[in-house]
Nanobody
Framework: QVQLVESGGGLVQAGGSLRLSCAASGSIFRINAMDWYRQAPGKQRELVAVIRSYGNTDYADSVKGRFTISRDNAKNTVYLQMNSLKPEDTAVYYC??????????????WGQGTQVTVSS
């Protein structure tokens, strides 16, 4: 099976920066899209950013110009660089990846989440 592990969350002042990482491990044949989602208490989970296999990216309007998604295919890792953070960015951030294993077709996998808290 495949495991995704997020790291890099924490507490930061408004205007500060954090860099989230999500590393995939397991019997991986190919990683297609890799995404970041976030969910605040009482809110729906929302898509923050997506990066496709050849590097094309999309962002939620709320984070455009502030967040950057990237990936290192050699490390099976996706990153989310978050700059100019606002209190409304406070949420648990989850990575998601569409991955084909050596024995299965492509499926969605989720990380456990990492907490990001932005204070005023």
């Amino acid at each position: 099976q495949v495991q995704l592990v997020e790291s890099g969350g924490g507490l930061v002042q408004a205007g500060g920066s954090l860099r989230l990482s999500c590393a995939a491990s397991g019997s991986i044949f190919r990683i297609n899209a890799m995404d970041w989602y976030r969910q605040a208490p009482g809110k729906q989970r929302e898509l923050v950013a997506v990066i496709r296999s050849y590097g094309n990216t999309d962002y939620a309007d709320s984070v455009k110009g502030r967040f950057t998604i990237s990936r290192d295919n050699a490390k099976n890792t996706v990153y989310l660089q978050m700059n100019s953070l606002k209190p409304e960015d406070t949420a648990v951030y989850y990575c998601n990846a569409v991955i084909a294993t050596m024995t299965r077709g492509a499926s969605n996998y989720w990380g456990q989440g990492t907490q990001v808290t932005v204070s005023s």
